[in-house]
């Protein structure tokens, strides 16, 4: 009899904390414009897009305001991990073969105004990590590329570890264990948490002193839609291709998921700016949609 | 502390810088042992030992991670560096293949390898064993330049593995959107989007038993996590980067050198030996000392490996307590897999005998069938030349021998069959002798007789040999005097059109016999009609036999031509249509009978349809017979013709047209003729079938259905179509029947013609030369007194046979 109570009590409060959440607006993105595009990118206020053109071939952009996408860079792999830093810049890495089948990877950062793309980081061999940061970006590697003496508060991951720097202050924590490591760290509009995915537990919440504040579940790529929501990418597979794939809605205090596509809808790869949420398919067609949450 | 000069912080400095230069020089490898925890996706292949979902058993999950660990292992030891997806086997750690492909972006990793095995995906009895490489893309067009050089520089590698048996000397590359090609472009997920130059390796076929078995073994996984860091080294240049004491491995397999493994399942070359559980594998250097000692498994492998080595002369000894003890010398190279093979000879300590034997005949026993094989049971595996050498079968007979139960057993088959009533004398000489080559002690020896029946018999077939088949849903059908085994016997028949191309059998339609029939037989509709006019050819091979294995005396070929049975008749009148079967009656003797119409037809809409059942009572000696009645005014005399399209079930019951006496005006009556045989029905399907009336003068009303003596027609189905008549040429008849020592007269005659014969002379008809009668008699002679002069034909009736003659009147 207990046990049922508690039960009960249990439900009623999942029920109450329960959120409205409809979908306002859902279009397609580049129709007929763009052939398949992956990777998308929103920046801060949602007002530009940077997308892989093609699975693994270069770098565009699109800008809402005047509807118009530019070609940023041709190379390959340019796409994937790039970036908006908080000077409204784009970042990205490129790379290439050299002697005995090294790769070299090159930072680049696209100048939005000037429409022009200079190398930030010459070629090296390694890792090159991008990090986003509230004042502008840095590029991560055995040499780095900073784009100014103060960066605000940037985050990225290393391993099994969150880096976060704070002025010039740079602190590295594991909340949680993970063998294989941790991805996809982003802080939150107000600044005052971190989400990041751990491989094998998922998405996790953290505040800035690394104490864990929640855990999402097993879900990809989260992105911050708001202070209080995150979205994320929920796919699954059979070891050799996607099986089925989703984009959700998450609270970030881990009391609420929604799912906002269909798991067969192949959905996957979702950002979030200026209040828009936008992905792509496994065949690359990009869709937006904005959504209202009433409490 | 002394200060420092300028040549040692010179030196230090450049120390640094070489450090720093090496790391920038490190290759990074991303390792991605795939699948991961013991879930349904996960491949878990079920082999004995090991029950369903036993973790201890094969998982490529399991593989996958110790080829990892190898790997891992390999590359740290060479300088290179690492990352892995996962060092644990759990749910939680079969990471998301988008999180893998961030986690290597993410890594700065050189070159991805995601590392699988491969199934066939295929029933049973077929299995294949060869490594894979896949990179994204098309083939010959990787997204990522150089992951089609990746997967080469593995492949040459992988597939010198001297440890497994391939099905084929290739290692095959392919981009992954080419080698599916339904999934879209979508390809492998553990590639898409994947920035290092990558690829998903297929090692080899987990499904394919004894791969299965030596894949649970670590120690073959860790031989290819091994060959998988030789790839690396060729792809990043550093073959050349060891020194000549680098170690190397030595590897291989135990087999016995003749026992073959007791199972059903496909084997490929040396795998159809028995691996040699339990042996103790001892490595020995040049001074004979043992530096290692390993022993294989007891899960059916074989495998041993010596990990390692430094490079030098060795000497490997395998041992086991069952087999002679053996000894290889082999060289070890630097950073090179040595792959060292033995065929452990059995210890056979007994001479070999036979245990028991098949056929056992005592004087007074059943005889046995004429294709009974003879079986012996050995106490050792034998030598198969020396024992098959050794057999003696008295009278000579043909065979063919088969071993089984690892060589414990010959079986000696008849080519054909032994000869009926035939006591036969077997005798295995001594000089039979074991695998190990000891002979037996003394001859064995045994008799047995045969039965009386060698061959199967045909009933019936259709089609028969140069018939004409209705060329729509045609049908093969073959009957024979006894059950005929079913089982895939639609495999040994077999019908090729002109060009010898083999037709197709409507397999869900096929009926074979069963248990209580008596009489076998198999009904094979094709599966596409035919086209008219061609010609067919239907072969039936010798092994279609019967329950107890008696088989046809050879292989059957017939040629058959297909035709339409239905196409129009000329210069014909329709007698009956086959649209009503009110108008119908049946009579006679039978256990049931009803007649109706049907939607199978040639002509129209329907068809009459008879469906019959002749079965007798037990006590009756009433054979039983059906008259079909159909409302017919149409007389035939002789030469006209009676055309019926039937449609038959092989029933071989026996069907007649049947005629009954009438008068024509004031012609008086001839004898007429009462039954004329239409056919028997030993086909399948429509055929059209034309009968000239020998003599008489007859009205047409119906048919009667008897049973032959066949064992076949107890019971059946007619369809009959379009009865037509046709009225003869008055010389139609004379071709048909030929009567000597008929003789007519005079010619010309102006009062009478006289007809004489050996026989009594029945009736004469003379008939204008169009056919039509003009005088009547039944007698021998005809006045033709008031018949104009000219040219005439006398048709003479003799004993039921007619003669027509040419004569003419003269006034």
Known sequence: ?295 | MKPMNFKTILAMLVAVMGIHCALAQQPHVYINPGHGGHDADDRNVVVPPFAQGDTMGFWESNSNLWKGFALREMLKKKGYKTSISRIRNRTADDLNLSTIVALCNSSGADVFYSIHSNATGAGEHYRINFPLGLYRGYTGSPIVPGSDQLAKDLGVYLLANQSTVWSENNYRIAGDWTFYPDWNNQGLGVLRGNNAVSMLDEGSFHDYYPETYRLINHDYDWVEGFNFSLGADRYFGRLENYSDDFEGIITGNLRDDRLLRNVTWVLLGDDKRQPINGATVRLIDSEGNVVQTTMTDNIENGIYLFKYVKPGTYTVEASEPEHFTQTKQVVVASNAPTYCNFDLKRVRNTPPEVLSYSPVWSEGDPAELCVEPIVLQFNWDMDIEATEAALEIEPAVEGTFRWEDTNYRMVFTPVDAYQTNTLYTVTLHKSACHGGGTPMEQDFTFQFLTQSRSHLNTLALWPREDCQVHYKTPYVEFRTDSLLQSKDLFNLFHVYDKSGTELDWSKRQIKNNKNGDNYGYIRLPLLRDLVPGDEYTLKIEREVSDTAGIHLPAEMNYKFVAADMGVEKPETELLYDGEDASGVTISGTYKSASVSTSTAHLFGSKSLQLKWDFAKEDDTEVEPELLLGLESDQVFTAGDTLCVHVWGDMSCNKLQAVFLPTSDGDMPALPGIDMLDVCTLDFHGWQYIQMVVPYGYSKFSGFHMMPTDSRMGVSGTLLIDNVLYKRGMPNSGVNRVTLDNVHVGPVPASDYIVASADSRIQGVELLDLGGKALVRNATNYVNVADIPAGVYLLRVHVNGLTSTHKVAVQH
């Open chain 1, 1 to 295: 009899m207990k046990k049922l109570l508690l039960l009960s009590m249990g439900c009623v409060a999942l029920w109450g904390a329960a959120q409205q959440v409809t979908v306002v607006e859902r279009t397609r993105l580049l129709q007929d414009v763009e052939g398949p595009a992956y990777h998308p990118v929103l920046n801060v206020d949602g007002s530009r897009l940077l997308f892989a053109s093609g699975e693994q071939f270069g770098l565009k952009m699109y800008s809402y305001d005047d509807n118009v996408v530019t070609r940023v860079s041709d190379e390959a792999g340019a796409g994937i991990d790039a970036f908006w830093g908080g000077d409204g810049k784009a970042y990205y890495v490129t790379q290439e073969r050299r002697q005995n089948n090294l790769v070299f990877r090159t930072g680049h950062c696209y100048d939005v105004a000037a429409q022009r793309s200079q190398v930030v980081l010459e070629a090296q061999h390694g890792a090159v990590r991008p990090m986003p940061a509230t004042r502008g970006a840095a590029l991560r590697g055995n040499a780095s590329y900073v784009s100014g003496k103060s960066l605000g508060t940037a985050v990225t991951t290393q391993g099994s570890e969150v880096v976060l720097t704070v002025g010039s202050k740079e602190r590295r924590f594991t909340p949680v264990d993970s063998d294989a490591g941790y991805l996809w760290a982003s802080l939150s509009p107000d600044g005052q948490r971190v989400a990041f995915f751990a491989a094998g537990s998922g998405i996790v919440v953290m505040d800035l002193n690394g104490n864990v504040l929640a855990q999402l579940g097993n879900y990809e790529m989260p992105c911050w839609l708001n202070d209080d929501y995150l979205v994320a990418q929920n796919a699954t597979d059979d070891g050799h291709q996607f099986t089925s794939s989703q984009i959700i809605l998450l609270k970030a205090d881990g009391t609420f998921r929604h799912e906002l596509t269909r798991p067969t809808s192949m959905t996957m790869q979702p950002t979030c700016g200026g209040g828009k949420i936008v992905y792509t398919t496994i065949d690359g067609q990009l869709h937006q949609m904005k959504i209202q949450i009433n409490p």
